[in-house]
C-alpha cells in the first residue's frame, strides 16, 4: 500500500495574522451540521451523476472551520496573555470535548520536531507522526498561549479534541411505527438467494473494526486478529458487545446468525478508552493503525456531532490510499449526520428494518450515502451469545461487509469503487432519487453481484409511503434490471377503491413515482386505511423477481 503522507488540499490553512481577542473569540471545533431536507421527487428519476464515494467535496468541511485564525505573534502584554489564556481554557472546556485537551498539526516535519523538542514540559498525551499531530494536555495555558504566539509560523492547525463514542442506543418502538424485524433474515433482505455458495465471500480482504475491542467467537476462527494502539484489545463487557456485534455482522460465519462476508479478515482496533468514549484524535491513530495493517475496509460504528482537523486529515489519508471508510448515521432522528459519517467521502449508513422503512432513529441529511437493515438483526455476542442488534451500528457493518462481498468477487476493483456500485443499485427507497432520508439507496447486495447478467429483468415495486404534508399515498417503481423496461402499469387499492397508473418507460436503475390523495378525513375517522400496490406486467415479460411487485400495508392515524 502506499506510504501514508500528508494531504495539504484539505482546506487547513496556516494561523493567520488578526489581534489574538479576535481569533480566540472563534469557537474551538464545535460547528454542528444541519442538514436540510429537500424535495427530490420527479416523476421520472434516472440517477444523476453523483461524485464518486471517496472524494472530497469543495463542500465538504475540513475542521469546524472556525479554528483557523486562532493565536498571531507579537503580544508583548503580560495581561493581555492572561486573559486570553482563559478564554482558551473555556474553549478547551466546552460540552462534547475532552477537557483541557488541543489537538495540533504541524506546517512540516521540521516545526512538528520543534515542538516535540521543546515539549518537555508539556503534556503530549499523543502523536500521530505521519499526520505530524500530536494531542497535548494542557496544563499551562499562560505558557501554552506563550508558544503558540512565539511559533505560530510552525502550526498548520489547533483545535479542541472533541468526544466520540457508539451511537446512544435506539429505543425500539415497534408497535409506533409497525417497524419489522430483520432477525436472521439479513441475507435474503440483502436480494441473496438461498443455497448460494457464500463460502469465499471477503476472501483476501481486511476488514478494520475500529470500536471497543472484538471477542474471541468461533464464528471468526483465526480470520480475526488485533491491533493496539494504545488502549489494550478489550475493554468493559459494554463496548465489548457493540464491537462483537458490528463484527459478527462483517464476517460472522454462523447459520443462525451470520455476517455479510464470511471469509473476510477482522482487524480489531479498539478506540474506546476506560470510560466507554473515544475522541477524534484517537479514531484518527485508529485510522492510520488500520492502513498501515493493509485494511481495504475501515469501518466506524462511532460518531460525534464535532469534528477536528486531525480527524479529516486521518480519513483523508484513507481515501487517498483507495480505502473505503464507513460510518453510521447517528440514532438520535436527527437532520444531521454524526462525524465521521458527515465526511463527504466517507460511506455513511443510515437504518432501516426489514421492509426498507427508514427507521425511526436513523439520523437523515443530504449527506447520507445509503441506509442498510440496521433493525433487531442477529449477529453475534461475546462468549458465543447470540443477541439482536439495532441501530446505524448496525447498519455500516452490513454495508462495510457488502463492499468486501464486492471486492473479492470483482477481482481488480478498489474498495471506493465497490462502494459506488453499491450505491448505484441500490434500492430506491422514500422520494424517487436520492433523498437526505435513504440516501442512494437501501442496500440490494444481490443485484450489486449480478449487475452485469444482461438477461436480468426486475421491475420492483421500490417503496410505498404516506406524505401527511400533502395527504398522499406515495408509491416508487424501480428498473433493477439489465434494460429498459416498457408497458408497465400500478395497480392501487387504497381502502377499497383502486385506481391503475400507467408507467413511462424505465431504463435501468430508474424510477418512476405515482402519487394518490388520500381522504384526510376518513383517515382520522377510521385510524387505520388498508393499502395494496401492485406491479402489472405487460404481455411476454418474464420477471426473474415476482417477489418485489407487491406491497401491503396500511396508512394509520398518529
Known sequence: MPAPRILRSTGLRRLSLPLLAAALGVSLGLWMFRGQQTELAPSLTTPPPVAPLGESSAATPRNNGENDELLPSGLSDAATRAALAERLRARLNGAHLRPNEATLIFKDAAAYHRFLDRAQGLAVVDRIDSLLAVRLRVEDYPGFVDDLAAHFGDYLSVAPNPLIGAPTPPVEDR????AEPVGANLLAILGIEPGVDRSSWGRDVLVAVLDGGVGAEAAFGDRLTYRDIGYGERGSVDDGRHATAVAGLIGGASADAPGVAPAAGLLSIRVLDLDGRSDAFTVAKGIQAALESGAQVINISLGGYSTSPVLVAAIEEALAAGVAVVASAGNNQAASLVWPAAHAGVVSVGATDAAGTQAIFSNSGPGLQLTAPGYAISTVGPDGARIDFSGTSASAP?????IAVLLSQTPGISPIQA????ANHANDGGR????????????????????????????????????ASTRTL????QNRGARP??????????????????????????????????DAARLSREGRIAVESRLVLPPGLVDTNLANNQITGAIVSR
Not at 408497535?175 to 409497525?178: D, E, G, I, K, L
Request: charged share 15%; no cysteine; hydrophobic share 40%.
Open 474 to 477: 406515495l408509491v416508487v417503481v
Open 419 to 422: 462502494a459506488d456500485i453499491l
Open 175 to 178: 408497535a409506533s411505527r409497525h
Open 398 to 402: 452490513v454495508a462495510a461487509g457488502a
Open 432 to 467: 424517487p432519487g436520492p433523498d437526505p432520508d435513504y440516501g442512494r439507496g437501501t442496500l440490494n447486495l444481490g443485484w450489486a453481484l449480478d449487475r452485469n447478467n444482461p438477461g436480468r429483468v426486475d421491475p420492483a415495486l421500490s417503496s410505498q409511503s404516506y406524505d
Open 485 to 518: 423496461v416498457h408497458g408497465l402499469s400500478l395497480r392501487i387499492n387504497l381502502g377499497g377503491t383502486i385506481t391503475t397508473h400507467p408507467l413511462p418507460t424505465l431504463g435501468s436503475a430508474a424510477s418512476a413515482s405515482v402519487r394518490v390523495p388520500v
